[in-house]
């Protein structure tokens, strides 16, 4: 059982910690009934009132310290999943256990390419240097194409990736809720507070969606207590490519995670092709709708972000899908390489439901 309880708890963390949607995190999308995919308290105390609002859902998986775990299926009918842990991970240095299989430690980013990596980490910004850091990383990741090797670790993940750049849809109470020691809670740690513990689920997302409307990138909730909103959004809006950086460190950490290295990513710090660059305004140059490119000696590798597939292709097929990832449409790309290569690579990627401009056939 307790094998059980920890595969359960590390996929709900992923999402927890990140800020975005696991794939296995849970069966139904959470939105469609009332209580967080997953709420994690840092005191025990807390569960009563957690367990007895609506904070948590049948399809909830709350984490507690030092309770014993409920099974699978919840103590009744309906009820959420409680599992037990040692610790926390609220601060840097903190590490949260789970039985003796499985430990996740919390760092903070500034510190973490001096850090040696053991296990499971999440990196979270925790203040102003940390934040300063990590544009720093992206920034020279874009310019140079040298991205930080403790970020492309597999067993890495950062923290509140809805605040960094990447795309909101996915974060919010219906996602992720933390209640502190005192039973304020947020979506994250660093977050800005919604309410407390004892509140309705539909106060604490009326609170959310509030701050976020006010915002002019959300999500301004995750690191709302640790980042000024008037200087995180100016750091984003001067980076509108941020979202395809974070995008570009998960495609790397799940390739070196198949003993894929030494990659580059088209965009950032030049292209494989010369027929992709120069290209003024360039598709691909944000967003994550189009696939990433990536690439090194021995080939090359498409990625599509919003369904996490793979498609290895040799180099003259990745220059050509460049090509067209930069352009955005064929009918451009085919005034710089050649058009029956550009009918095979193009066609390949329709029928594999990953088109490279971003819109499929029956769209256009």
Not at 71 to 83: A, I, T
Not at 154 to 183: C, E, F, N, Q
Request: hydrophobic share 45%; proline share 7%; net charge negative.
């Amino acid at each position: 059982m307790v094998d059980h309880h920890t595969s359960l708890a590390k996929r709900h963390l992923v999402s927890w910690g990140t800020g975005t949607r696991h794939r296995q995190a849970a069966d139904a999308e959470p939105a469609a009934r009332p209580g967080a995919l997953t709420v994690v308290l840092e005191d025990a105390g807390l569960l009563p009132a957690v367990l007895g609002g609506d904070l948590a859902g049948p399809h909830s998986l709350v984490l507690a310290p030092g309770v014993a775990s409920s099974p699978l299926e919840g103590p009744e009918p309906g009820s959420p999943v409680v599992v037990g842990y040692e610790g926390s991970a609220a601060q840097p240095g903190d590490e949260l256990s789970i039985g003796d299989s499985f430990f996740l430690q919390t760092q903070e980013y500034s510190a973490s390419q001096f850090m040696s990596v053991i296990g499971p980490t999440l990196i979270r910004v925790f203040d102003g240097s940390d934040f300063a850091a990590y544009l720093a990383d992206a920034d020279r990741a874009r310019a140079e194409g040298v991205f930080p090797a403790f970020a492309t670790d597999p067993v890495i993940r950062l923290a509140d990736l809805p605040s960094l750049g990447a795309s909101p849809a996915a974060d919010g109470p219906a996602t992720r809720l933390y209640a502190d020691a005192d039973g304020t809670v947020s979506t994250a740690p660093g977050g800005a507070a919604l309410g407390s513990a004892g509140d309705a689920f539909a106060d604490l997302l009326g609170v959310w969606e509030r701050v976020n409307k006010d915002s002019a990138h959300p999500c301004a909730v995750g690191l709302g207590a640790t980042v000024p909103e008037a200087e995180r959004c100016a750091s984003l809006a001067e980076r509108p490519w941020l979202g395809r950086y974070l995008a570009a460190l998960d495609a790397l950490r799940e390739l070196r995670a198949r003993d894929v290295s030494h990659l580059r990513v088209s965009g950032f710090g030049g292209r494989l092709s010369e027929t992709a660059e120069p290209v003024a305004e360039a598709a691909d140059a944000h967003g994550t709708e189009l696939p990433l490119l990536l690439w090194n000696e021995q080939g090359a590798y498409v990625h599509s972000t919003p369904t996490g597939r793979f498609f290895q292709i040799g180099t003259d097929a990745a220059r050509i899908a460049e090509t067209v990832l930069a352009c955005g449409d064929a009918e451009t790309a085919a005034e710089r390489v050649d058009a029956a290569a550009l009918a095979k690579v193009t066609a390949f990627f329709e029928r594999a439901g990953v088109p490279l401009t971003g819109r499929t056939e029956a769209a256009r």
